[in-house]
């Protein structure tokens, strides 16, 4: 996995969003003077989506050996199955021919933190209730079984028999896979 080049910082050293921004600018400048239009349909060529949590640590395309065009990617903070998941996989199968999923979590999730009460606190900071739920959990490899449950379930989705569930380990890189049991 590579690191991240510095990012410019204000006076008091705190990275400001607009220094940001700039530079992922500047690089798809960069990017967009080299690209050549690869010729590629939507549709993954290995007829698979992947969902994971959004952690920055996860290099999913190098971590499961994926090309550009390989798979879809779904990613959301805990890699957690929601309507919106849901939504995306049904896109996905319907209409552009996945036929697997694969479900990542990680070790040190910061899903694991927290807890429903961030709903509440941000209510009560903001004057809104959420329309969502935060989907917090304690244990990854039962949250994945709920994941994977949710996916086999679903009316919606077209493909449900070769979904499968993992736990990515953060410190070694492997993959441990969960029973959906």
Same mark, same amino acid.
């Given at each position: 996995?590579t690191? &991240?080049?510095? =990012?410019?910082?204000n &006076? #008091?050293?705190a990275?400001t969003d607009? &220094?940001v921004i700039?530079?992922?600018?500047?690089?798809?400048g960069?990017?967009?003077?080299? /690209?050549t239009?690869?010729?590629?349909d939507?549709?993954?060529?290995?007829r698979?989506?992947? %969902?994971a949590?959004m952690?920055a640590?996860?290099d999913?395309h190098?971590a *499961?050996?994926?090309?550009?065009?390989?798979?879809? @990617?779904?990613?959301?903070?805990?890699g957690?199955?929601?309507?919106? %998941? $849901?939504? &995306?996989?049904?896109i996905?199968?319907r209409a552009?021919?996945t036929?697997?999923v694969?479900l $990542?979590h990680?070790?040190?999730?910061?899903?694991?933190t927290?807890? #429903?009460?961030?709903?509440?606190d *941000? #209510?009560?900071? %903001?004057?809104?209730?959420?329309?969502?739920?935060v989907e917090? /959990?304690?244990?990854?490899d039962?949250?994945?079984?709920?994941?994977?449950?949710r =996916?086999? @379930?679903s009316? /919606?989705l077209?493909?449900?028999?070769?979904?499968?569930? /993992?736990?990515f380990?953060?410190?070694t890189?492997?993959l441990r896979?969960i029973?959906?049991?």
């Open positions: 996995m690191t &991240s080049a510095s =990012v410019p910082a &006076s #008091e050293g990275i607009h &220094s700039d530079r992922l600018v500047a690089a798809n960069t990017y967009a003077d080299a /690209f239009d690869p010729g590629m939507a549709r993954p060529v290995l698979v989506a992947v %969902v949590c952690d640590r996860l999913l190098a *499961l050996g994926l090309r550009l065009g390989d798979c879809h @990617t779904l990613r959301n903070a805990g957690v199955v929601t309507d919106d %998941v $849901i939504r &995306s996989l049904a996905s199968q552009l021919g036929r697997s694969v $990542i990680h070790t040190g999730c910061g899903m694991q927290i807890t #429903e009460d961030f709903r509440h *941000l #209510e009560m900071e %903001v004057g809104q209730r959420p329309s969502w739920a917090a /959990f304690k244990d990854a039962q949250d994945v079984r709920q994941s994977m449950q =996916v086999r @379930t009316p /919606f077209a493909h449900t028999d070769d979904v499968r569930g /993992f736990v380990d953060v410190r890189g492997r896979e029973d959906p049991a």
